[in-house]
């Protein structure tokens, strides 16, 4: 079965310092995954991707994530953090080329980014 | 374009009473799914389309009923609102239908807040 997990609820950090926010999957094949991020009151928006190709993959507003296939996860990072980056970010997976179980994204429970001044 | 529309933003219901969520895209997108978004659970698939005409239970189902007679609409209803319903719904479209392998990312739109009293 297809999962994801997002260990932290919460990340704190200070404004200016690198940020991780961290995901790990479960597929049976190989992986879509995916980034968003959730500002209050507001619908999700896409951050990011990995479908192929090389494994640190950038995004929107300075953000990257790196895919490691042999530990399964797909860490959210940023070199250097801004408070207007403070929002729920989520992780998602999709299993490749399930041509009947395409809809089925499985998100994380999201995680909670601080960024203190 | 106007991306992903939802309405209500807003609505309170009783237990018992029905309703329709409306969801609608102008992007021409082929896949189209609807989520609830709860504390701590991340987001939850209820229903999903391929396609018009085509449609697929996700994760919680029950309770829910959608249909998809065009690319560009697709109703949540509501067949009978009990207080466990009461969440936040989110409606996703992507052009990421059969035959892409499901790379495709989902634009959100910016939700439905239900309470069912």
């Known amino acids: 079965a297809q999962s994801v997990a997002q260990p932290e609820d919460q990340v704190n950090v200070a404004e200016g310092n690198p940020l991780t926010v961290k995901c790990t999957y479960s597929v049976s094949g190989n992986p879509y995954l995916f980034w968003y991020v959730q500002y209050p009151n507001r619908g999700l928006q896409f951050l990011l991707k990995?479908?192929?190709?090389?494994?640190l993959v950038k995004g929107s507003y300075g953000f990257e994530a790196e895919f490691n296939k042999s530990q399964t996860s797909f860490h959210l990072k940023k070199p250097s953090a801004l408070v207007s980056d403070s929002a729920l970010y989520f992780c998602?997976?999709?299993?490749?080329?399930?041509?009947?179980?395409?809809?089925?994204?499985?998100f994380g429970r999201g995680t909670q980014l601080t960024v203190w001044p | 374009n106007a991306g992903v529309t939802q309405t209500p933003k807003f609505q309170v219901l009783k237990t018992g009473q029905s309703m329709t969520l409306q969801c609608a895209q102008d992007?021409?997108?082929?896949?189209m799914s609807w989520y609830r978004q709860d504390p701590g659970m991340g987001l939850r698939l209820i229903h999903y389309?391929?396609?018009?005409?085509?449609?697929d239970q996700g994760e919680v189902p029950n309770g829910y009923n959608v249909s998809r007679s065009t690319t560009e609409d697709f109703p949540l209803r509501l067949l009978s609102a009990a207080p466990s319903q009461t969440s936040v719904y989110f409606c996703a479209s992507s052009s990421g239908g059969s035959g892409t392998g499901g790379s495709h990312e989902q634009y959100f739109g910016p939700g439905t807040r239900l309470t069912v009293t």
């Open positions: 990995y479908i192929t190709g090389d494994n």
């Open positions: 389309s391929v396609g018009a005409g085509i449609t």
């Open positions: 998602a997976v999709r299993e490749a080329d399930r041509g009947s179980t395409l809809g089925r994204l499985y």
């Open positions: 992007m021409n997108h082929e896949y």
